[in-house]
């Protein structure tokens, strides 16, 4: 009948685009948003962040080869003026490294306030991908009523690679590892309340 053949068809279509999406992961890597969460707390807000980093076998290679990969997440909050431009209140930036140690074959992440290493790839990913209760750096007096825009995106920063690696990037998209930019309004949570948002939405 009709109708079977195109549900058939239908869902043909659906594996192969999953086929298409997991092999484009597999050769370019990405990068992307899971969810979202600025708490408000006793000294202020904290802010958690979900992700899903998939590394492309040049990343890969270049972690054995003794490269770094520093991986940013940056969430700030802009107050809307329309009388002057507009002006940012608040932020947080945070950018952790992940190496390959030949000697002892761990993988260790680190900042400018932890070290931690790991006995596979596979669970230092899983560490790096999620952010845990971050407090928001305040610029600016934060009013509770005011309707904030809100930017959140998550890079790999070649900014802080060998420049011989630069150079590579620049002529290669399997280096440009990036989530999309996601953005929405918001107003700020109260005592004990918290906002929450996917990266789906």
Known sequence: MKWRKFIRM????????ACLHV???????????????????DDGFSVS??????????????????VVLYFVNKFTLVEPR??????????????????YHALTRRYILSDNTFSRNYSTLKDALVALQQLR?????????????????????????LTRMPKPFQVEALGSSAWNLSSDRLEWQMTLPTSGQSFHISGEE
């Open 10 to 17: 239908f869902f043909i279509s659906l594996l192969s685009a």
């Open 82 to 99: 329309w009388y002057w431009l507009d002006k940012e209140v608040a932020r947080i930036k945070t950018r952790t490294g992940l190496r």
């Open 133 to 157: 209760d971050h407090p928001l750096t305040i610029y600016h007096e934060l009013k509770p009523n005011v309707q904030y825009h809100a930017t959140l995106r998550l890079w790999l920063d």
């Open 49 to 66: 962040i979900d992700s899903t980093i998939e590394l492309n076998p040049t990343l890969v290679q270049a972690l054995e080869k003794g």
């Open 23 to 41: 092999a484009s992961t597999q050769v370019y890597g990405s990068i992307q948003v899971r969810s979202f969460k600025l708490a408000a707390v």
